[in-house]
T-cell receptor, first 115, second 117 residues
Framework: EPEVTQTPSHQVTQMGQEVILRCVPI?????FYWYRQILGQKVEFLVS????????KSEIFDDQFSVERPDGSNFTLKIRSTKLEDSAMYFC?????????????FGPGTRLTVT | AQSVTQPDIHITVSEGASLELRCNYS??????LFWYVQSPGQGLQLLLK??????LVQGIKGFEAEFKRSQSSFNLRKPSVHWSDAAEYFC???????????????FGKGTKLSVKP
């Protein structure tokens, strides 16, 4: 069964450093998303991406964040200068037009720890 | 503002007992509703969804949920819980973006389910 994959599973970085989180969505999906979950809190929407551009972003997704689909398979989230409060689990998700744009399939997540 | 409330943070049930996890939503339009499950160290797995039609929807692993518009609820049920059902369960509402072409999900805080032998 096709699935969304994410790498790395755990990333530790120092405050102020740049990190790139990688995702490989399900191959025939068209819509891509990033969410995050701070420990003990709810899963929060960050950004959605379609047709090579951002279609929606939350107020969390400020200028420190960017997304890119550098090739036909990867979808990345970059944090330019990490802060302690960026420590969270980051989930990538994708959905395809055939199943409806809201039926999102999630990857296993990348746990980001900023020290 | 749109929101999802899961009033129970942690529920413990005995194996074989029935289960109901509560979910209430606040959304102005017709909601798209979902239940996801997260096992430790795993991602979010879609259990079931409601888009329209029959208000009782069946999902994977023997779960079902009932949409009640009058109560703004979408409670998840299972008649007989198995030890492998121990996990965290998230209710979510799909928010339509401008133009209706794509939406993001708003999640509740989750309910952790423990199963006693």
């Amino acid at each position: 069964e096709p699935e969304v994959t994410q790498t790395p599973s755990h990333q530790v970085t120092q405050m102020g450093q740049e990190v790139i989180l990688r995702c490989v969505p399900i191959s025939n999906h068209l819509y891509f998303y990033w969410y995050r979950q701070i420990l003990g809190q709810k899963v929060e929407f960050l950004v959605s991406f379609y047709n090579n551009e951002i279609s929606e972003k939350s107020e969390i997704f400020d200028d420190q964040f960017s997304v890119e689909r550098p090739d036909g398979s990867n979808f990345t989230l970059k944090i330019r200068s990490t802060k302690l409060e960026d420590s969270a689990m980051y989930f990538c998700a994708s959905s395809g037009s055939g199943t409806g744009p809201y039926e999102q399939y999630f990857g296993p997540g990348t746990r980001l720890t900023v020290t | 503002a749109q929101s999802v409330t899961q009033p129970d943070i942690h529920i413990t049930v005995s194996e074989g007992a029935s289960l109901e996890l509560r979910c209430n939503y606040s959304y102005g339009a017709t909601p798209y509703l979902f239940w996801y499950v997260q096992s430790p160290g795993q991602g979010l797995q879609l259990l079931l969804k409601y888009f329209s039609g029959d208000t009782l929807v069946q999902g994977i692993k023997g779960f079902e949920a009932e949409f009640k518009r009058s109560q703004s609820s979408f409670n998840l049920r299972k008649p007989s819980v198995h030890w492998s059902d121990a996990a965290e369960y998230f209710c979510a509402v799909g928010i339509m973006n401008y133009g209706g072409s794509q939406g993001n999900l708003i999640f509740g805080k989750g309910t952790k389910l423990s199963v006693k032998p």
